[in-house]
Structures are given as structure tokens and as C-alpha cells.
């Protein structure tokens, strides 16, 4: 029955940290803008900040509990901790590093994450990954019943950030732990963690896979966060059961979702297609408007049509031959389109 | 054209005076007498009583700087309490006093009539005019030095390595003595070497509360002064000795911050020489 359960109040600089979690043996990532309050969560598990109220158990053990008095010293809480630098000891070797934990088997832990050949070598010698591994072996070494993670890619250069995410994808899947990562990047949460919760200004606004986080945003913060397009507009019953919005710049756009009123319509970048002319399909909602930049990633253009952005295959962008300031029609289903109510 | 280089000439000028008057005084000391004359000179009694009492009182008072003023700096940087200000304008208010002030304060505080004189006595211990005298004045003039170096190099240490030894299972003493030790350690080494310098020239406060005792109380500094109408040659000596002891701990000290190569691993600094 291993799982972290947390439940605590504590005043931050401009807002008050509320939250309730319970972590099973599972990734679970609190993802936000920076600011949000996610470091201070890890920093109560782990005992380097004081609650205000609340409790804090790690498998049924307390480790912080206000009306009982109890507070646990970080040394005596069994917590694995990565911070966000890796906060390697600098005037230690890799080798020292690992030790200082106290583990049984320092040369076991080496092989396994991969860094027994930087034995001797001092942490600033190391690249990014490596220095991760070697964070990541430390904190581990003393086999701790919870592991947590503050923004373990941010410290990294684009170039290693996917690398080193998929690496460190198969470690987490391969602990039998609770793991509690923090990241401000909803991408990073979606390919490291089973359950994603988004917290803003102290306060977890949705939980569940990221999958469902996208699918069905419960908030408009929340649907802004995991990438899609919103534009505002005015919903109303319309034509063949979908329900028609008038958005504010006079586009017109339908949705499968049922809601009247005042709402934010929601779809994803990668639903969007590009073309010349307006399709005739009114399971398509277009929006015609200038392009306004376009952006290369990888195999990709990231393209700004409008208020929205579309992303398309590089392959689409060189047949249309589209140029910037060029007027297009940006087209994605109706099924693809949320309706988010706007308070 | 003129007037620009005018002004470069005046620079030059300016420069060249301000290094000949810090230095010809320096050099006037090695050029009244031979060389070798000096040397002999260090080996006359008042001479060598002198170096002995002053390497003996501030080895003392330096390892009591150190074994006292290192925890204390250490816990004013890693706390934050009300009226930390204050504590640290405290910490350096010897500096700025006059030397002759700390040494009537000394009096006022263990002299056979100050504030504690009478518990002395009661013990048995006379203070003033011994070489603990010494020491006491010389660790009063020159731990400020000290702390306040090794409170910067404190404070200026990554707060994260210090919680991520703790989340490893290190206690508060085993953190201390492993992580933010050997890290703040230059700025330690430097913080020492000043108030070692500092105290080896203490002249003011050590004459006022220890007196001028050949063998006893007599430091260097003391003895050259004393030595002025008697033996100006000695007097000489000694001073010529000081200002070598001076030129190696500045040196030293520039050296410290050189010493190792950074391998800073997080964003912010550590135990930067001098980055209060």
C-alpha cells in the first residue's frame, strides 16, 4: 500500500497553497506556470518547509501532522528529492555524490543508471543528462518511499530535452514508487506522468490522464495550458444537432457539444488544416484570416493564422506554397471542437 | 590633441606620485640598514622575545576566531530572526573603532576594576597586563574580520545543497561539517588570513589593556615602538619583518579565490571571496 497522501494549507507570498493529493505507485505530475506554488508542495513533502495545517503520510506513516504536532525532520523522511538544478555537490565526485546518500551499494546504483564510468568525475564536468542520472541515482540510492522531481527537464537545452525525457520515462516506469513531479511544461507532464493535475495560484484546478486533460478541459486555464486554440464567442443552437458559435470577430463555427451562452471554443493545433480556398463541408468550421508568422519545428510548421495556430507538415506548407501576410482558410471538424463555459 | 594628452600625462603623474609615496616608506625601511644587518638584528632578545609572544598570542586568538566565530557566522547566514541587522552591525562595529577605545573597553570589561574584574579575582586569574590580556585584545580587533568574511561565504552558498543533504539523510552537523564547510572554505581561508594580519599589527588596544612587557606582553608592533629611542636599528628590523609577513598574507589572500577551479553545478555562486 504504497502511496503519499497530502493534504495542506499554506500561506505563499501572494496566494494560499490548498491542496489535497494522493499518490499510488504512479507518476503524478502538478504542472502550472511558474509561480503556481509546485516547488512548495515538494519542498513540504520533503520537510524543508513548514505547513501551516494539514498532514502529510507516506505509507500510513505521518510525517507531518498539525494537529498532532507531529513534524519529521527531512533526514528522517525516507524522501527522494531531485531539484531542479540537481544541487549536485560540486567539490564531490559522481562516485561521492551517490555515497553521501549512505546506500549499501554504491557501485550497483552506478551501473544501473548508467554513470559508472563518471565515477571520478566532478559534477561540473558533466553534461545535463548525465547530471540528471546522477541526481536522479542519488536521490534513489537510499531507496526512499517517494521520489520527487522539481522540473527535472528544465535545466536542459532543446537538444538533449527529448533524450533525456525518454530516458527518464523508462526509469519512472520501472520504480515501484510514487513519484510527484513538478514541470511549468504541460508536454513534459504528458510524457512523464499517468495522472497530470493542474495547479494555479495554489489550488489543483483539474486531475486525470493528460489525455482527458486535453480531451475535455474543465477550464478554460486549464485547456489554454495543454496547447489548444481558444477563441471566445457566443454559443446558440444551431443546424443538424450542433450547436453554432458566433465568435467575436463575426466567424461563425460549430461544435458537437451542447452548451448555450457565453464560451470558449477549444481545439488543438494538430486539427487544424490549412488551405486556398473554403471547403464545402459544413462538418468543417473555416476560419479565414492572414497568415502571420510560421515556425519550423522538426518535421513540422507551427502556423499563426489569425488569432489561432495550425500545425501542418512541412510537406503540406512547401505543396500550398504559402507565404506570411498571405490570406488562407483554416479548417478543423466540428466533432474536434470543445465548448468550454466562460464564467 | 594637445589638451588630450595633456590629460594622460597628468594621469601618469598623478599614479607615479601615489605609488612613490605608499611605497618609499617601504623601501626607506630595507635601504637605511644592510640586509644582513637586519637579520642579525632579528636575533637580539628583545627581537626574538617579541616574535615569540606575537606568533604565541595570535595563533591563540586566530584558533579561538575560528572555533568560535566559524558556528556563529554559520548561524547568523542560514538564519533569518528578527534584528539580524543589528547583529550583524554589532559583529562590525570593532572595525571601525578606534583601537584605543577597544583597549579602555577591555579595561572596563576584565581589568581588576572592570565589569568581571571582581570575578576574576575571586578565581584568581588577573587579566590585564598577562598575555591572555593579549590574546583578548587581539582576538577583539581582529575576529571582526573573520566573521564577517565567513558570514558572506556562508550566505552566498547554493541554499539547495544544503536541503538536498538534508533529503539525504544528513542531520544539521553532518551538513555543516561536510557540504557548507568545505564549500564556504575559500571564503573561510581568505576571511582568516585578514584577521591574522590584523592581528599580528595590533598595536592600540593590546599597549592600552596588556601593556609593553619585554617577553610577556611585548608583540612586534609593541617592541618597535619601544625600540624607537633605544635601538632604531632593531626597531627597523622588526618593521622590515611585518612588512614581508604583510606583502605574503595579501598575497595570499588574492591567490585564495585561484586556488580551485569552480565546479559550480547550480546557477548561483558560492563562497565567492569578497562577495558580501
Same mark, same amino acid.
Not at chain 2, 583601537?99 to 574584574?117: C, N, Q
Given at each position: 500500500?504504497?502511496?503519499?497522501?497530502?493534504?495542506?494549507?499554506?500561506?505563499?507570498?501572494?496566494?494560499?497553497?490548498?491542496?489535497?493529493?494522493?499518490?499510488?505507485?504512479?507518476?503524478?505530475?502538478?504542472?502550472?506556470?511558474?509561480?503556481?506554488?509546485?516547488?512548495?508542495?515538494?519542498?513540504?513533502?520533503?520537510?524543508?518547509?513548514?505547513?501551516?495545517?494539514?498532514?502529510?503520510?507516506?505509507?500510513?506513516?505521518?510525517?507531518?501532522?498539525?494537529?498532532?504536532?507531529?513534524?519529521?525532520?527531512?533526514?528522517?523522511?525516507?524522501?527522494?528529492?531531485?531539484?531542479?538544478?540537481?544541487?549536485?555537490?560540486?567539490?564531490?565526485?559522481?562516485?561521492?555524490?551517490?555515497?553521501?546518500?549512505?546506500?549499501?551499494?554504491?557501485?550497483?546504483?552506478?551501473?544501473?543508471?548508467?554513470?559508472?564510468?563518471?565515477?571520478?568525475?566532478?559534477?561540473?564536468?558533466?553534461?545535463?543528462?548525465?547530471?540528471?542520472?546522477?541526481?536522479?541515482?542519488?536521490?534513489?540510492?537510499?531507496?526512499?518511499?517517494?521520489?520527487?522531481?522539481?522540473?527535472?527537464?528544465?535545466?536542459?537545452?532543446?537538444?538533449?530535452?527529448?533524450?533525456?525525457?525518454?530516458?527518464?520515462?523508462?526509469?519512472?516506469?520501472?520504480?515501484?514508487?510514487?513519484?510527484?513531479?513538478?514541470?511549468?511544461?504541460?508536454?513534459?507532464?504528458?510524457?512523464?506522468?499517468?495522472?497530470?493535475?493542474?495547479?494555479?495560484?495554489?489550488?489543483?484546478?483539474?486531475?486525470?490522464?493528460?489525455?482527458?486533460?486535453?480531451?475535455?478541459?474543465?477550464?478554460?486555464?486549464?485547456?489554454?495550458?495543454?496547447?489548444?486554440?481558444?477563441?471566445?464567442?457566443?454559443?446558440?443552437?444551431?443546424?443538424?444537432?450542433?450547436?453554432?458559435?458566433?465568435?467575436?470577430?463575426?466567424?461563425?463555427?460549430?461544435?458537437?457539444?451542447?452548451?448555450?451562452?457565453?464560451?470558449?471554443?477549444?481545439?488543438?493545433?494538430?486539427?487544424?488544416?490549412?488551405?486556398?480556398?473554403?471547403?464545402?463541408?459544413?462538418?468543417?468550421?473555416?476560419?479565414?484570416?492572414?497568415?502571420?508568422?510560421?515556425?519550423?519545428?522538426?518535421?513540422?510548421?507551427?502556423?499563426?493564422?489569425?488569432?489561432?495556430?495550425?500545425?501542418?507538415?512541412?510537406?503540406?506548407?512547401?505543396?500550398?506554397?504559402?507565404?506570411?501576410?498571405?490570406?488562407?482558410?483554416?479548417?478543423?471538424?466540428?466533432?474536434?471542437?470543445?465548448?468550454?463555459?466562460?464564467? | 590633441?594637445?589638451?588630450? &594628452?595633456? !590629460?594622460?600625462?597628468?594621469?601618469? /603623474?598623478? =599614479?607615479?606620485?601615489? $605609488?612613490?609615496?605608499? *611605497?618609499? #616608506?617601504? +623601501? @626607506?625601511?630595507?635601504?637605511?640598514?644592510?640586509?644582513?644587518?637586519?637579520?642579525?638584528?632579528?636575533?637580539?632578545?628583545?627581537?626574538?622575545?617579541?616574535?615569540?609572544?606575537?606568533?604565541?598570542?595570535?595563533?591563540?586568538?586566530?584558533?579561538?576566531?575560528?572555533?568560535?566565530?566559524?558556528?556563529?557566522?554559520?548561524?547568523?547566514?542560514? &538564519?533569518? !530572526?528578527?534584528?539580524?541587522?543589528? /547583529?550583524? =552591525?554589532?559583529?562590525? $562595529?570593532?572595525?571601525? *573603532?578606534? #583601537?584605543? +577605545? @577597544?583597549?579602555?573597553?577591555?579595561?572596563?570589561?576584565?581589568?581588576?576594576?572592570?565589569?568581571?574584574?571582581?570575578?576574576?579575582?575571586?578565581?584568581?586569574?588577573?587579566?590585564?597586563?598577562?598575555?591572555?590580556?593579549?590574546?583578548?585584545?587581539?582576538?577583539?580587533?581582529?575576529?571582526?574580520?573573520?566573521?564577517?568574511?565567513?558570514?558572506?561565504?556562508?550566505?552566498?552558498?547554493?541554499?539547495?545543497?544544503?536541503?538536498?543533504?538534508?533529503?539525504?539523510?544528513?542531520?544539521?552537523?553532518?551538513?555543516?561539517?561536510?557540504?557548507?564547510?568545505?564549500?564556504?572554505?575559500?571564503?573561510?581561508?581568505?576571511?582568516?588570513?585578514?584577521?591574522?594580519?590584523?592581528?599580528?599589527?595590533?598595536?592600540?588596544?593590546?599597549?592600552?589593556?596588556?601593556?609593553?612587557?619585554?617577553?610577556?606582553?611585548?608583540?612586534?608592533?609593541?617592541?618597535?615602538?619601544?625600540?624607537?629611542?633605544?635601538?632604531?636599528?632593531?626597531?627597523?628590523?622588526?618593521?622590515?619583518?611585518?612588512?614581508?609577513?604583510?606583502?605574503?598574507?595579501?598575497?595570499?589572500?588574492?591567490?585564495?579565490?585561484?586556488?580551485?577551479?569552480?565546479?559550480?553545478?547550480?546557477?548561483?555562486?558560492?563562497?565567492?571571496?569578497?562577495?558580501?
Amino acid at each position: 500500500m504504497d502511496s503519499l497522501d497530502l493534504d495542506i494549507s499554506l500561506a505563499l507570498r501572494s496566494f494560499r497553497l490548498e491542496l489535497a493529493l494522493t499518490v499510488g505507485r504512479e507518476t503524478y505530475a502538478l504542472v502550472g506556470p511558474s509561480g503556481a506554488g509546485k516547488t512548495s508542495v515538494l519542498r513540504t513533502v520533503a520537510g524543508l518547509v513548514r505547513p501551516e495545517r494539514g498532514r502529510i503520510a507516506l505509507d500510513g506513516r505521518v510525517l507531518f501532522d498539525s494537529t498532532a504536532g507531529i513534524d519529521r525532520q527531512p533526514e528522517d523522511r525516507r524522501v527522494g528529492f531531485v531539484f531542479q538544478e540537481y544541487a549536485l555537490f560540486p567539490h564531490m565526485s559522481v562516485e561521492q555524490n551517490v555515497a553521501y546518500a549512505g546506500g549499501t551499494n554504491v557501485p550497483e546504483v552506478l551501473e544501473r543508471f548508467r554513470i559508472a564510468h563518471l565515477a571520478k568525475a566532478r559534477p561540473g564536468e558533466l553534461s545535463g543528462g548525465e547530471r540528471q542520472r546522477v541526481g536522479l541515482a542519488r536521490a534513489l540510492a537510499r531507496k526512499p518511499d517517494v521520489l520527487l522531481l522539481d522540473e527535472p527537464l528544465s535545466a536542459l537545452d532543446t537538444h538533449t530535452r527529448a533524450n533525456v525525457r525518454a530516458e527518464l520515462r523508462s526509469i519512472l516506469d520501472h520504480l515501484d514508487l510514487p513519484v510527484l513531479l513538478v514541470t511549468h511544461d504541460f508536454q513534459d507532464a504528458a510524457a512523464l506522468a499517468d495522472r497530470v493535475a493542474v495547479l494555479v495560484e495554489g489550488r489543483i484546478l483539474q486531475v486525470g490522464t493528460a489525455a482527458a486533460l486535453i480531451a475535455a478541459p474543465s477550464d478554460v486555464f486549464v485547456a489554454s495550458f495543454t496547447g489548444a486554440n481558444l477563441l471566445s464567442g457566443r454559443a446558440l443552437p444551431g443546424p443538424d444537432g450542433l450547436t453554432q458559435v458566433t465568435l467575436a470577430d463575426g466567424n461563425v463555427v460549430y461544435s458537437v457539444d451542447e452548451m448555450r451562452g457565453p464560451v470558449d471554443v477549444a481545439f488543438y493545433p494538430w486539427e487544424v488544416s490549412i488551405a486556398r480556398e473554403t471547403p464545402d463541408d459544413s462538418a468543417l468550421n473555416h476560419v479565414r484570416a492572414p497568415i502571420t508568422s510560421a515556425v519550423q519545428i522538426g518535421n513540422r510548421v507551427r502556423i499563426q493564422v489569425g488569432a489561432l495556430v495550425a500545425e501542418v507538415t512541412t510537406a503540406s506548407v512547401e505543396r500550398l506554397e504559402l507565404e506570411e501576410g498571405e490570406l488562407v482558410v483554416a479548417t478543423f471538424k466540428a466533432a474536434a471542437t470543445r465548448l468550454v463555459p466562460r464564467a | 590633441m594637445i589638451r588630450r &594628452r595633456l !590629460f594622460g600625462i597628468g594621469l601618469l /603623474v598623478a =599614479t607615479g606620485l601615489a $605609488l612613490g609615496f605608499l *611605497l618609499l #616608506p617601504l +623601501v @626607506a625601511i630595507f635601504l637605511r640598514v644592510p640586509p644582513g644587518d637586519l637579520v642579525a638584528q632579528l636575533g637580539s632578545d628583545v627581537a626574538v622575545d617579541a616574535i615569540v609572544v606575537t606568533l604565541k598570542t595570535t595563533l591563540i586568538a586566530q584558533a579561538l576566531i575560528l572555533v568560535v566565530g566559524t558556528p556563529a557566522a554559520y548561524f547568523i547566514a542560514s &538564519r533569518s !530572526f528578527r534584528g539580524r541587522p543589528f /547583529v550583524i =552591525t554589532l559583529v562590525e $562595529l570593532p572595525l571601525v *573603532l578606534p #583601537p584605543a +577605545v @577597544a583597549g579602555i573597553a577591555l579595561l572596563a570589561a576584565f581589568g581588576r576594576l572592570g565589569l568581571l574584574g571582581g570575578t576574576f579575582d575571586a578565581l584568581g586569574v588577573s587579566v590585564s597586563f598577562t598575555q591572555t590580556a593579549v590574546v583578548l585584545a587581539v582576538a577583539y580587533v581582529a575576529s571582526p574580520f573573520y566573521i564577517r568574511l565567513a558570514i558572506a561565504s556562508f550566505e552566498a552558498l547554493d541554499s539547495s545543497l544544503i536541503d538536498a543533504s538534508r533529503t539525504l539523510g544528513a542531520g544539521p552537523a553532518r551538513t555543516f561539517l561536510r557540504i557548507a564547510l568545505p564549500l564556504a572554505a575559500k571564503g573561510l581561508a581568505a576571511g582568516a588570513a585578514l584577521s591574522f594580519a590584523r592581528g599580528i599589527g595590533e598595536f592600540g588596544a593590546t599597549i592600552m589593556f596588556a601593556g609593553s612587557l619585554q617577553g610577556v606582553t611585548q608583540t612586534v608592533s609593541l617592541a618597535i615602538y619601544a625600540q624607537l629611542d633605544l635601538d632604531f636599528d632593531v626597531a627597523l628590523a622588526l618593521g622590515a619583518l611585518l612588512v614581508l609577513v604583510s606583502a605574503a598574507i595579501l598575497l595570499l589572500v588574492k591567490l585564495i579565490p585561484a586556488w580551485t577551479r569552480s565546479t559550480s553545478t547550480s546557477a548561483s555562486p558560492f563562497a565567492r571571496f569578497g562577495s558580501s
